[in-house]
């Protein structure tokens, strides 16, 4: 069961101001993606980029690098941040998230596959096979975790999720390996990057991740039910099974279409629901539309610090791999007290 240590006794008012907090934020990190990077660029070449009637030489970096970039770091974050929110909230353990639970690695078996197996080069065609993968790997990892239990288990589940992980990332590079064509097409990928320099990429996205986070928003209160326990719900009028369903779908979804552009990034999941449920306590109706705010947050910072430490770019998954693993490390010492 998933435990906080922030009062329930939060007020809307202090949730609304939190919210703007949060907003701002979002939009000075935001400004920062599309100024900062090997080349720093004036916020008003920026500006006039967008709404300028001259464009400047540097207005190329805006519009074709930079604003894609900033644009997944935005859509992406938020799909990542939402889909360890509802993975959590399922499982109502706190370590849970997309790539814990083997979904980020489901999703980079099927590309492989596709790339390695039938040849597929387009980026485009990545995102059906990616959905796909993510989907079959939360159905087998959610039917482990209850099997022969008739409930579902969080420590099951997490440990399903781990060894599925495990078996699929190792199958998936045995066959990279083996298959040189492939090895060159996937690292880049595989590194996990918001660097897709192609806007109608992002955009070809746009529609999973939206309707994934719209049927994140809608599960709020049948999870806030969930929580107490499925026979709890079913008086509550829930559903569970529904519930779960649809929670899976929108999993689904959101980690599918996200790994498909950018690649497998890690312990986005994890972390922002934590900070969410810490700053505005346990109810999913505010924790989700937070977590949409935050995880953009997270990883286009990451992002931007992989930009200025290293010349040729440290990739993002690289640094909240950084940020993530101390966080899980404390997570568990955590659990193991309480």
């Keep these: 069961m998933i435990k906080s240590g922030t009062p329930t006794t939060i007020s809307w008012q202090q949730t609304r101001s939190r919210y703007a907090l949060v907003f701002i934020l979002l939009c000075l990190i935001a400004a920062l993606s599309l100024t900062m990077g090997a080349k720093p660029i004036p916020l008003a070449v920026v500006y006039d980029s967008f709404f300028g009637t001259a464009l400047h030489p ?60 039938f040849n597929i080069q387009q980026p485009a065609a990545f995102i059906g096979f990616a959905c796909t993968g993510a989907l079959l790997t939360t159905l087998l990892v959610y039917f482990v975790g209850v099997w022969g239990a008739g409930r579902l288990d969080p420590s099951r589940f997490i440990l399903a999720g781990v060894a599925i992980g495990a078996v699929m990332h190792g199958i998936s590079s045995g066959l990279v390996l083996f298959n040189p064509m492939a090895f060159d097409r996937i690292r880049y990928w595989n590194a996990g990057t918001l660097d897709v320099r192609n806007l109608d990429l992002v955009l070809m996205v746009l529609p999973a991740i939206i309707t994934g986070s719209a049927l994140a928003l809608l599960l709020a209160r049948p999870l806030n039910a969930l929580s107490m326990g499925a026979e709890l719900s079913v008086t509550l009028g829930t559903r569970p099974w529904i519930t779960q369903a649809f929670s899976i779908l929108a999993i689904t979804l959101l980690t599918g279409a996200t790994t498909a552009i950018a690649g497998p990034i890690g312990f986005v999941g994890l972390m922002i629901p934590q900070v969410a449920r810490w700053l505005v306590g346990p109810d999913q109706r505010r924790i989700l539309p937070l977590t949409i705010l935050l995880a953009p947050i997270l990883l286009l910072g990451a992002d931007i610090i992989g930009r200025l430490l290293v010349a040729s770019e440290l990739r993002v998954s690289i640094v909240t791999a950084f940020v993530g693993a101390p966080m899980l490390i404390w997570l568990a010492r955590k659990q193991v007290r309480t």
Excluded: C, K, M, Y
């Design 58 to 117: 540097d207005s190329i970096i805006v519009l074709e690098s930079r604003l894609p970039r900033t644009l997944l770091g935005l859509f992406a974050g938020a799909a990542l941040g939402l889909a360890g929110a509802l993975i959590q909230a399922l499982t109502r353990n706190p370590l849970a998230d997309p790539g814990l639970l083997g979904v980020n690695a489901g999703a980079s078996f099927a590309v492989v596959l596709a790339v390695a197996l």
